[in-house]
């Protein structure tokens, strides 16, 4: 009688462990590795693309100097070509437009981008030559002098004109209790934000922050 308890215990022994080890294997989930496809989709950033020339403009700074989000590039691509049609600028000879890439705010979204020279100038040096005309225009003796100096740079000025017409096109992104984004040497006179402070001026006296 010992021996068959002893046979059955064994048996129930040796039949027990192959059920248990076959019910944990059974429950285990297979393994997924953190740079799966399923998870990378999750964490995809919003596409981005570069700012492409059209017909009257070329971008002659390299393409990772102005990537953006597809709203913001189709929304200023199509006021660059309005822009450079407005000025006379043709396919042969088109306008040409240097970006940079900034690093705050909406930059790190890619909702914003900096345009630094137009047709070849720097935006902070068609500045200075603005701020220069209303420096003569001031000294100027008589108002009619005054107005044709400054009416002159106006019509010259490349810079001053393209922040005038991004800023009459509007559109541009307005963050809750935060001012319209676009900002430049000519914020403080000219722009839709006209209060900006001095630090946030001279961060914007030679290049042309729009975003959107």
Not at 49 to 61: D, H, T
Not at 108 to 118: E, K
Not at 170 to 195: C, M, S
């Amino acid at each position: 009688m010992r021996g068959r308890g002893s046979f059955r215990q064994d048996r129930r022994t040796i039949r027990g462990r192959p059920i248990r080890l076959y019910r944990v294997a059974s429950g285990v989930l297979p393994y997924v590795p953190p740079d799966s496809p399923g998870e990378a989709a999750t964490n995809t950033p919003p596409s981005i693309q570069p700012i492409a020339s059209g017909k009257l403009f070329r971008v002659v700074s390299p393409p990772e100097q102005a990537t953006a989000t597809p709203q913001l590039a189709q929304h200023l691509s199509q006021a660059l070509e309005q822009f450079a049609q407005a000025n006379g600028f043709t396919e042969e000879k088109p306008l040409a437009i240097s970006f940079g890439r900034g690093t705050l705010g909406l930059h790190r979204s890619n909702r914003a981008v900096d345009i630094y020279a137009v047709d070849g100038k720097g935006i902070g040096v068609w500045a200075q030559e603005w701020n220069e005309a209303v420096r003569r225009a001031a000294a100027a003796p008589n108002p009619q002098e005054r107005e044709s100096i400054v009416a002159e740079q106006k019509q010259r000025n490349l810079g001053y004109k393209l922040y005038k017409a991004l800023q009459a096109r509007g559109g541009w992104a307005q963050p809750p209790g935060y001012p319209v984004q676009l900002f430049g040497p000519w914020t403080r006179g000219e722009g839709p934000h006209k209060r900006i402070s001095d630090r946030m001026l001279r961060a914007h006296r030679d290049h042309i922050h729009v975003a959107k």
